[in-house]
Structures are given as structure tokens and as C-alpha cells.
């Protein structure tokens, strides 16, 4: 960061630069150079390019594939027809037997923590009979 503040009395004319110090984290007085200079920064460093590690890819474009390989068949059109048949079912049981296994199961966990939670702040709550 550079600072430069115009000197408030007009028969000096001189600027005042500042730098910030990373030492003493606070302005410093400084030179006009060294206000324009920042630390780590060299002005004579040259603009060209650093060497290329690896000069070529490791795959060529026409190597590459252009279709993409999948596991299995496409799926998401047919589970999209049976999420939007309006049967009345909610749409977190609409797969059968895995999806109401799953959600017993989570609402059994979901009680049974509840419980377990109002049973050891019970605990917690009663005195110590020492």
C-alpha cells in the first residue's frame, strides 16, 4: 500500500510518502522509491514465460472418446414415469418395499434417539446422593 499525502503547508510543497510496515504493522515514512517498490516485487523481472514442464498432453484429442462410457442403461426416464403417476402415494415410499424399509427404519432411529436424549438429560437433571 502506498501512501502519499500533500504537505498542508503550501511554501514547502513537498509530498510525504508513507509505506506500511510489516513489522510494525503501522505507516512508516519512507522514500519515494521505496513507496513505489513494494517488498518482493523486482522491477527488472522479465516478462517471459516460464519453460513448459511437460511439453506435450498425455492424451491426444483424437485418442480422447468422444461418447461416455455409463455403468448401465439410462434409467431416469422411466423412474421420471413412476415418480409422476398420481397415485396418492408420497413420493419418498413411491419404490416399494426398499423405500418403506428405509423410512421405518429412520423414523424408529429418529424415536428411539429422541428417547434416549430425554432419558439422559432425566438423569443429568436429578442431584448427586452423596
Known sequence: MIFVVDNI???????MYYKFSGFTQKLTGSAPTAAYSPQGLRPGVPAEAPPMIFASPTKLVSEARTVAEYIGPNRVPDLQKLFQISDGVPIHLKRGVPDRLLYRTTMALTIGGTLYCLVALYFAAQPNNK
Open 9 to 15: 503547508f503550501p511554501v514547502l510543497q513537498r509530498k
